[in-house]
């Protein structure tokens, strides 16, 4: 009985720590089988969180270089040592294929070739973002695979959960950081790459953009002659400041003061930069310079010497011609008129002052306007020129540059007018100088080829205007229309204008030659033929027919020389 009852309680005690084992293992299964779920959803939550992380910085990068209009030229470099060589294999297959994109990019730039236009830019932007995207997505779950390999086959196959739980999670972590560096490294480096590549980038994109409109608007942006041959605004020269040097010893000559000047400046040494030197009249000379402290330097240097004098030369302000301003206004009207309605000319200074300074007034052919040629400082004088209209009263007139210079519309030579014009007589009329003068009068009176640029091929119902107007007809774009002249038809057209001007002084110098030679010739066959002397010697010579010799008196064969010497200067007026 007692060792029935002793084998009893061992069974019984076998039995209760078998439950308690059954227990203990059913609870380790349930908290190993919590404690998998609960790590496969942290890991979720982390890989989670590393793809949209890695999303978001590859959809902001794209958004910046379509803003920027440049290809995605980042190389993105996981240096993952701690992970499998896949990850290495795929990152520098990455870095290949973007290599070679760039590749493509530098070759085509250095060989001038076109990029492409802007839609194309932003496609190969697009289809860049998304290659790189996907391979960095499959370099996740790669790295996430490998990683949660054992994890993947306790679940799969069955079993406890592997006793490295610890190893695993620092394993992640440590990947999440490596992922999180490389990522911020990767932004920096495709940040740094589209700064230094913003102007190149920017630069084509423009080209690009202005060779499609310019396709869609149907032109070209090649130059055309017309704006080729445009004179440009010349309101950008640069300004001289000058001083007047004047010798002590009134005998010595231009050169002379150049000299000594020279002498005394040492421009070598002294680094002085003179940008011009001219000579006046009474031996005196005019040294230039681009800087006024350079130009007072000059000065002192000349003026403290013992045989020079210096003194500044204020250049004068420039002039401008008000067109069609009422005849009786006063100078204090007009004056008052530009300052009130025309404020945007002036500058705050000058609204104190009184810098406008009326010159003269030119007539015109209403005798109730007149054209105002008015002094002003430089400033105001480019904005005038600019503006190209002034508002005076109710009205808006026309403001152009005018020249100092003096030049006369017939002749068009400078430094006179009609009273001083050495080749206009008063006894031109109106029809020796206008447009449509010698299409009338070419075979008469021009000889041949004086008028070659107004022949009657170019003949025009409005010959009222002068030779030299730009609404001419037989000016270049004018009698062509909207088409363009070429280079070299519009360099003939100036040629053969600029012959006519020459021919026609020429011709005119040539006629006076002429009737004055006719003049003398005449007058010594009358002399002659008074003064015949009957006893004058016997000479043989030809008949007319050129067959015979007959006898002559010698004044007679005189006085055939001077007729026929008549008869040829005629022939050649006439032709």
Known sequence: MNEMESIKGKIEEQQKTQMKYREEENRRREDNESNTVKFLRMLDYKMDNIKNGEEVLFDRLADRSLKDGKFVTATITKKLEAIEENITAETLELDRKIGERLGRRTAMESKGKEIGTTEDIEYQIKETGKEITAEITKTIDTVLTECMQDLHNAITYGGAAPDDNSAVMNKIGALETTMKEEIKEAKKEITDRMSENKTDIVSHMETATQRNTSTQQGTSLVKTYAEATKIKNQHGQRTLHSVLVTSKNKIDTAEEVIGRAKEILEPEKNRIQIERIRKVKDQRVIISCLNEKETEQIREKISSSKYLEAERVRNKNPLVIIKEVKFKMTDDEIKNAIKTQNPDIYTEEQREEDVIKIK????????????????VPSEMWKKMVTKGHLYIEMERVRVDDQTPLIQYTRCLNYGHGKKFCPVWTDAATAEDYTCGQSAQTEKQEFPRGAA???????KTTNTTHSVVTVKCERNGTASLGQQHLTSEANQNWNRQHHRTIQDTHKYIKYT???????????????????????????IMEKDDDHSNLIKRPAHKQNTQNIERSIMIMENSMKT
């Open 360 to 375: 003269y007034r030119r007539r015109t052919k209403n005798n109730e306007k007149c054209h105002i040629i008015v002094q």
């Open 452 to 458: 070659t640029a107004h022949t009657p091929n170019y």
């Open 512 to 538: 006076k030659n002429i009737h004055k030679q006719k003049t003398i010739i005449k007058n010594r066959y009358t002399e002659q033929k008074q003064h015949t002397n009957k006893n004058s010697p016997m």
